[in-house]
């Protein structure tokens, strides 16, 4: 009797039976999976890839799905749009059948309309631009983490009722991530009425001096910053307002939150407060993944890990369930059932975000961003 995709997961996970790898098939599944695998972001797509390719090899040495081999097939974007554009039609022309990906939300947005025209169905583990789900233009997008308007409320609140901050500034990259993370904090803080918001500003990525915009957050005396980007930037920004001695809380979205922020920022990370996905370590599958990576590479999985892990693992769920990779029988799938996966039990609405994930505040605690109550 075939066994299912998530049998054969739980199996490997739970149990470690590996089966004897086996060559490619004639026929095989191809997934591309598309991310920054350079570059300064690279932090935030490599574990994607990384899980990607942990996940098929599992399921391929335990006989496949429907009696073929997945391929992985990575495409490196940089989280540049124009990048993306290019990686998407790459991959279309390669005749991939999903795609997990992409990364950041600027470049997603700008590959899935090459993916609907290709009817390809893309999962992302991390790009969490509201719109893309919302807008109802892409139906072929789905995924694996929360939105921005969770995670900027989240923000807000925190900033306002935990941290007590009255006078706050809010910056960002300018970008569709950040900027969208920006606005949503804007707009639930000003719906609270419990802080005003002073700056709202943004900043250029790639500057080397951000002090001019360090200068109006103490000039407009802001009690906390919330900033709407990635660790490049959030690194510097912190870096420069402790050279000014401006002890007030930095508050930054799951683009902060990773080792890559840890390792720039240094120890001007101290004390950062972050939104990210809720720790789900406590899952079986969790703990597994995670113990076959580290047995794997030497080292702990990085940003993103969890949910690109579970973006294979609904992936290949639903072609099993699907009976191949026919576009609407997948998109059924997909909204089908709930899927024991790495960041926990989840399905996907008919908008395509997942039901069972959210976020929390982390803080950085001894170089090392901790889960707060």
Excluded: W
């Amino acid at each position: 009797m075939r066994k299912t995709v998530i049998k054969n997961l739980v199996m490997v996970a739970l149990l470690g039976m590996i089966m004897p790898a086996t060559g490619f098939a004639a026929d095989t599944i191809k997934i591309g999976v598309a991310g920054p695998h350079t570059g300064d972001l690279a932090p935030y797509g490599i574990p994607t890839k990384e899980a990607a390719e942990m996940v098929a090899a599992q399921v391929n040495a335990a006989g496949g799905v429907l009696g073929m081999q997945i391929e992985v097939l990575p495409m490196d974007d940089q989280c540049k749009p124009e990048i993306a554009t290019n990686a998407a039609t790459k991959l279309v022309s390669l005749d991939v059948d999903v795609v997990i990906g992409h990364v950041c939300s600027g470049a997603t947005k700008a590959a899935m309309g090459i993916y609907k025209e290709a009817k390809i169905i893309a999962v992302s583990p991390s790009a969490t631009n509201p719109p893309l789900t919302q807008s109802g233009d892409y139906p072929n997008f789905y995924r694996t983490i929360a939105p921005d308007d969770d995670q900027g409320k989240l923000a807000s609140d925190f900033a306002t009722d935990k941290l007590g901050a009255k006078r706050i500034a809010i910056l960002h990259d300018k970008g569709d991530y950040g900027k969208g993370f920006a606005d949503f904090a804007k707009q639930f803080i000003e719906a609270g009425g419990k802080a005003e918001v002073v700056l709202f500003e943004g900043v250029t990525p790639g500057a080397m001096d951000y002090s001019a915009v360090v200068q109006k957050v103490r000039r407009e005396k802001a009690d906390a910053v919330i900033f709407g980007g990635y660790h490049p930037e959030a690194s510097k920004l912190v870096s420069q307002m402790n050279k000014k001695r401006m002890k007030i809380p930095f508050i930054g979205p799951d683009g902060v939150k990773g080792n890559g922020f840890l390792e720039i920022a240094g120890k001007d990370a101290e004390g950062v407060y972050a939104t990210g996905p809720m720790d789900v370590s406590d899952y079986a599958v969790n703990q597994k993944a995670k113990a076959d990576y580290t047995s794997k590479y030497g080292k702990e999985p990085g940003t993103f890990f969890d949910q690109g892990y579970a973006a294979m693992q609904v992936i290949l769920n639903a072609i099993e369930v699907a009976g191949g990779t026919e576009y609407a029988a997948l998109e059924k799938a997909l909204k089908s059932s709930y899927v024991d996966t790495a960041v926990g039990k989840i399905k996907f609405d008919a908008k395509g975000d997942a039901e069972g994930v959210g976020f929390s505040v982390f803080q950085v605690q001894d170089g090392k961003f901790v889960e707060l109550n």
